[in-house]
């Protein structure tokens, strides 16, 4: 039998299919195991490399394989479409994985440390209490309008406002449906609650990270910009340069080109759209700031031009890109963010 090289699993809850090959690229073995029988069979293998689709649970898989000493390749699914032949299912799924991971030209996803998925937890948490409240102050304001109660804008403007509002409820409508109103009033203080605890860990686990306390130099990004940064990025070392972080993140546009003429379209959005959205609001905020600034810096003279020649929008996201790149070179220099970085290396050139 012929050595195995590289070995495809494809990932799922309880049934996991294998697919091994040889250096050649031969198939030496395709199996179907169970969860324990995948573990066990990877306690006896011998190192290799592991391809894997990065899904749910393929940091977990990807650190266990790690730590048995095998090399762990992590693909993106978009990127292993292309290789499924004829019908998809679990075997050709595996089969594909395989073939993805011997591509030389392939970008594979870093395995990420507990550390990084604990806080990444933190986040997604929050993101679904916030959606969760979002929700449930809507349905809230429907409910109020069909009786001919209406709220200014603004979850500040209802927290004001809904005392009175329930008072004249009272007198239009029987007293279950007051109730009810009332409960879900008090369900969005308990997710205040909720959202504030969550965002104080957050907090205090950026206070104690030194990439964060760097990333917080930015002009724009905050602790929860700076958190979230770190667990998805970490070193930031499988980026060549800012530009591919900020590519990774969609923040820059697509491309449909042919013929030789350059075709550039909306922002990509690739990547992931919590963190994305993240730096979109800090830059927003830069960017209104120095709008409303009677006193323009030099190194705000960029902002300004943007805003002149572009919509605020497009201001926004390459306000968005630049700070992308720039968490780059926080990132991977170890140093602080210094508006005056280049006006100092111009000068030592000139002085040279």
């Avoid at 963190?275 to 709008?291: I, M, N, P």
Wanted: proline share 4%.
């Amino acid at each position: 039998m012929s050595k195995i090289t590289i070995t495809g699993i494809d990932l799922a809850k309880n049934i996991f299919h294998l697919h091994a090959v040889d250096s050649t690229g031969r198939q030496v073995k395709a199996i179907k195991l169970s969860r324990l029988r995948l573990s066990e069979y990877l306690h006896r293998s011998e190192p290799v490399t592991v391809a894997m689709e990065a899904c749910a649970s393929a940091h977990h898989w990807g650190r266990l394989c790690q730590l048995l000493g095998h090399e762990v390749r992590l693909i993106s699914p978009q990127f292993v479409k292309p290789f499924v032949k004829s019908n998809k299912n679990d075997r050709n799924d595996a089969r594909a994985i395989c073939e993805a991971a011997q591509r030389p030209d392939m970008h594979f996803v870093p395995v990420k440390t507990v550390e990084q998925q604990a806080v990444l937890s933190l986040h997604r948490v929050r993101e679904m209490l916030i959606g969760q409240r979002t929700a449930t102050i809507n349905q809230l304001r429907g409910l109020l309008t069909e009786f001919g109660l209406t709220a200014p804008a603004g979850r500040r403007a209802l927290h004001n406002t809904i005392p009175a509002m329930l008072e004249d409820l009272m007198k239009i409508s029987p007293t279950f449906l007051v109730s009810c109103i009332r409960q879900q009033w008090e369900h969005i203080g308990e997710l205040d609650q909720r959202i504030d605890n969550v965002t104080s860990q957050i907090e205090m686990h950026a206070r104690q990270s030194d990439v964060t306390r760097r990333l917080q130099t930015i002009p724009g990004i905050g602790p929860i910009t700076a958190s979230a940064l770190e667990a998805y990025v970490g070193n930031a070392t499988q980026f060549r340069a800012g530009r591919q972080l900020a590519a990774w993140l969609g923040l820059v546009p697509r491309q449909h080109s042919t013929g030789g003429k350059p075709v550039l379209l909306g922002t990509s959005k690739r990547g992931d759209g919590y963190l994305r959205r993240l730096l979109v609001h800090g830059a927003r905020a830069v960017v209104a700031t120095v709008r409303s600034s009677p006193n323009v810096q030099k190194q705000d003279k960029t902002i300004m031009g943007w805003v002149a020649r572009k919509h605020m929008n497009v201001a926004v996201v390459a306000m968005a890109n630049r700070n992308a790149r720039i968490a780059w070179a926080v990132i991977t220099q170890k140093r602080n963010f210094d508006r005056n970085f280049r006006d100092q290396l111009a000068n030592q050139l000139a002085a040279t």
